[in-house]
């Protein structure tokens, strides 16, 4: 499945322009290897690295949706890896 495809499907991106740009813009990673073209293919078991907002969500697939359903249909077919909200070398500094 093309990425682009799968980040609208898993509601990752409102659009599928919006995932499209995404993957266009270099700045995600395919099992740590730089994305640069929206055509990607994804496969069960690839970890994806996605900057949304302000935030960088790290992702694996576990299965291919086959259309874009409601979320909790998206998020079953996949599983955070980054499961705590900030890394704290980024964290804002506490006083």
Known sequence: M??????WF????KTRTVAQGL???GHMRLNGRRIERAHQKVAPGD?????IGAHVRVIEILALPTRRGPASEA???YRVLD?????PVAAPLQH
């Open 2 to 7: 093309r990425i682009d495809k799968l980040l």
């Open 10 to 13: 898993l509601r990752l991106a």
């Open 23 to 25: 993957a266009q813009e």
């Open 47 to 51: 970890v994806l690295t996605v900057p």
């Open 75 to 77: 998020q079953a077919c």
């Open 83 to 87: 499961a705590s909200p900030s890394h």
